[in-house]
C-alpha cells in the first residue's frame, strides 16, 4: 500500500502547534521547582513521532497503537512516582494534566496528518486555554451554584432527549405548529435569556454602567424598565443612567426579537431587518443623548447592583412550563383569530399580546404558525406587537418611578412605539 506523503502545510502546522502547546506547558510550570515530562522540544517530538507511526499503517494504525501503549505504560510509571510526592500546597500531586498533555501531544500528529486542520488547532487552543486557566475556571466553580448546576443539567437532558423523542406532526387541526417546534422555541429564547442571566451574576463588570442594561434587554426588556423605574424613584442621582438604560434595554430587545426569529425563519428576518434595526438604533441613539446629553453635577454617584432576572433562572423547570403554555395558547389563538377575523384579526391580537410577553407570538409567526400570511403581513404584526410592549413598558417608566424621574424614558418608549405602529401600517398598506 502506497502512503501519500503529507504536505508541507501539514507539516508545518503539526510542528507549529505542538510548538505551541509545549511553550505553554513550560509557561505554566515554570513556578514549579519540579521537573515534570513535557515541554517545548518533548512535545515536539511526541508529535513527530505519533505522525510517523500513524504514517506507516493509517489504516490500521498498529505501529501508532503501538507507540501509544509504550508512552502510556512510560506514564503510568512516572504517575505513580509523582503521586507520592508533594505540591507547593503540601497536598499530593495526583492532577493528570500532565500525562494528558503527552498523550495529547502524541495524538496531535496523527490528528494533524489525518483530520482537516481546524480540528487540530481547536484541540491544540482549546488545551492551552484550559491549562493557563485553571485558577480562573477554579474560582468560577466555586462561586457557581450546586441548584444552578443541577437545573442546567435538567435543561441538557429535556434538550438533547426530550426534544429528538417529541413529534415533529401536529397533533390538532386548531394549529399547525407541532410539538417538537413549541419546544425548540422555548430552547432558544431560554438560551438567549440563559446567557443574559448568566452575565448578569457572575460578570462583575456588567454590575455597572449601562451593561445591566443591555444584559436586561436581552432576558426582559420589561423587567429591565421596572427595576431602573424603581432604582430612579429612590435615588435621584441614578436618573441620567436610569433613563439611558430604560431606552438601551429597549433597543437591544429589537435586536434580540429579530435574532430569535433567524433562527427559524431567515426570510422574515431579512423582512425585518430594516425596520428592526432601524427602531433599534434610533433607541440607541436616544440612550446616548441621555445619558452624554445632559450630565448633573452628581451623575457620578455610584449605582445600586440591580437584578433584572428577579423571577430567577430561566432555565427552570417552572418558567419554561409557563412559556410552553403561552406558545400553545398563543398559537391557538393566532389560528383561530386569523380564520375568523382574517389578517385585520392578527393585527388586533398582536396589540392585545404586547401587554404580555411578546416571545410566544412572535416565535409562533417565525415557526409558520400562521402559514397562509404574508411576510408583510407577519412584519407588521410583530411590529405592532413590539409596538404595543413599549406603550406598556412607557406606563411602567413612568409609574413606578412617579412620572418625572424617567419621562424622558416614557417619551422615548411612546416615540418609538409610534414610530413602529406607523412603519407596520406602511408595510400593510404595501402588501395589500
Known amino acids: 500500500m502506497i502512503v501519500a506523503a503529507p504536505s508541507p502545510a501539514s507539516v508545518a502546522l503539526l510542528l507549529g502547534l505542538s510548538f505551541f502547546l509545549g511553550l505553554a506547558f513550560e509557561d505554566f510550570f515554570a513556578r514549579s521547582q519540579t521537573r515534570r515530562p513535557g515541554g517545548v522540544r518533548t512535545f515536539p517530538m511526541l508529535a513527530i513521532a505519533g505522525g510517523v507511526l500513524y504514517l506507516f499503517d493509517p489504516t490500521h494504525v498498529v505501529p501508532f497503537t503501538g507507540g501509544l501503549l509504550v508512552l502510556g505504560a512510560w506514564l503510568i510509571v512516572y504517575y505513580r512516582a509523582h503521586v507520592s510526592e508533594r505540591d507547593e500546597q503540601g497536598e499530593p500531586n495526583v492532577g493528570l494534566v500532565v500525562p494528558l498533555l503527552n498523550i495529547h501531544a502524541y495524538l496531535l500528529g496523527a490528528v494533524t496528518l489525518a483530520l482537516p486542520p481546524w480540528i487540530a488547532v481547536a484541540v491544540t487552543v482549546t488545551a492551552v486555554l484550559l491549562l493557563t486557566g485553571r485558577d480562573k475556571l477554579h474560582a468560577l466553580a466555586r462561586r457557581i451554584d450546586v441548584q444552578e448546576i443541577i437545573t442546567a ?194 393585527y388586533s391580537l398582536a396589540a392585545i399580546v404586547g401587554v404580555s410577553d411578546i416571545d410566544p407570538f412572535v416565535l409562533n409567526l417565525a415557526q409558520g404558525g400562521l402559514s397562509e400570511l404574508s411576510n408583510s403581513a407577519l412584519t407588521a404584526a410583530i411590529l405592532i406587537a413590539a409596538s404595543s410592549n413599549n406603550i406598556l413598558k412607557a406606563c411602567y417608566a413612568a409609574s413606578f418611578a412617579g412620572g418625572r424621574a424617567t419621562a424622558a424614558s416614557a417619551a422615548a418608549l411612546a416615540f418609538l412605539a409610534a414610530a413602529g405602529i406607523a412603519t407596520a401600517i406602511a408595510i400593510a398598506r404595501l402588501a395589500g
Open 153 to 346: 443539567g435538567e435543561f441538557l437532558i429535556l434538550t438533547g432527549i426530550v426534544l429528538p423523542l417529541l413529534p415533529s406532526a401536529p397533533v390538532t387541526t386548531l394549529t399547525s405548529i407541532t410539538p417538537r417546534q413549541a419546544w425548540l422555541a422555548l430552547v432558544v429564547v431560554c438560551s438567549f435569556s440563559y446567557a443574559s442571566y448568566l452575565a448578569q451574576r457572575y460578570w462583575a463588570a456588567a454590575a455597572g454602567g449601562l451593561w445591566m442594561a443591555a444584559l436586561g434587554g436581552l432576558y426582559s426588556s420589561t423587567a429591565t424598565t421596572v427595576v431602573l423605574a424603581r432604582q430612579a424613584a429612590a435615588d435621584a442621582s441614578v436618573n441620567r443612567r436610569a433613563q439611558a438604560g430604560i431606552t438601551l434595554a429597549t433597543g437591544i430587545m429589537y435586536l434580540r426579537i429579530l435574532a430569535i426569529i433567524a433562527v427559524f425563519n431567515f426570510p422574515l428576518a431579512r423582512a425585518l431587518a430594516l425596520p428592526l434595526g432601524a427602531l433599534s438604533a434610533a433607541a440607541l441613539a436616544i440612550c446616548a443623548l441621555q445619558y452624554w446629553g445632559r450630565k448633573p453635577a452628581n451623575s457620578d454617584a455610584p449605582v445600586s447592583q440591580m437584578q433584572i432576572s428577579a423571577s430567577g433562572n430561566p432555565l427552570e423547570l417552572g418558567a419554561a412550563a409557563i412559556f410552553a403554555l403561552l406558545f400553545v395558547a398563543t398559537s391557538l389563538a393566532s389560528t383561530w383569530t386569523t380564520k375568523e377575523f382574517g389578517v385585520t384579526g392578527i
